[in-house]
């Protein structure tokens, strides 16, 4: 597992934050006698981007990584005590896998349906939609909306958008239809 200097700083930087919240933490709900410990959300949200930078450096198992990250720079529990395997995976499965699901919901795409122009349908891409759906009015919109292709060329047939042509009237369906007829 290779570690970039900048993912270093980024370890050293969350562990620190990892050091100042460890402990015992009581959530604002809990009276002042209670001994439902948990781990405060800065301790959380540290310890998840640890977990994620250990996984995109290609650690085969984050949770023993983190164990003994937090072992050797001295990071306690919220019980005060050492953090073994065990209770690193007790951190991954109440606390960091929920937040880490989060994140990935965050992360997702989010695909914005706006109406076609011509024929009212809801779509995602109207640039793929106009060229397929609307072939005769492409060169229109195209025109009239700066279209960047980004190298590619557009089958007049299909309205597919290819690197190249080679091979693709072989396969084009509508190329095949017209040929056939």
């Known amino acids: 597992m290779k570690i970039s200097k900048n993912a270093k700083r980024n370890i050293n930087r969350l562990i620190d934050i990892c050091k100042s919240k460890q402990g015992k933490y009581l959530p604002s ?13 800065e301790f959380v949200d ?3 981007d640890l977990y994620v930078i250990f996984k995109r450096t290609g650690s085969l198992d984050p949770i023993s990584d983190l164990s003994k990250l937090f072992r050797k720079s001295g990071v306690r529990s919220c019980r005060g005590s050492e953090f073994i395997w065990e209770r690193v995976e007790y951190l991954y ?13 965050l992360r997702k795409p989010k ?19 106009v060229s397929q759906a609307h072939p005769k009015r492409w060169e229109t ?14 089958c ?3 309205g597919s958008f290819l690197k190249n042509m080679v091979g693709h009237n072989d396969k084009c369906i509508k190329s095949l239809t017209k040929n056939s007829n």
Request: charged letters at 25%; hydrophobic letters at 25%.
């Open 46 to 48: 540290a310890s998840c």
């Open 141 to 154: 919109f195209f025109a009239d909306n700066n279209i960047d292709l980004k190298g590619k060329t557009r």
């Open 29 to 41: 709900n809990h009276g002042s006698g209670s001994w439902a410990t948990t781990y405060s959300n």
């Open 93 to 105: 499965s109440s606390h960091l896998h929920y937040r880490l699901e989060q994140l990935k919901e």
């Open 111 to 129: 695909h914005v349906k706006i109406n076609c122009c011509y024929c009212d349908k809801k779509i995602v891409d109207i640039v793929q939609h």
């Open 156 to 158: 007049k047939s299909c």
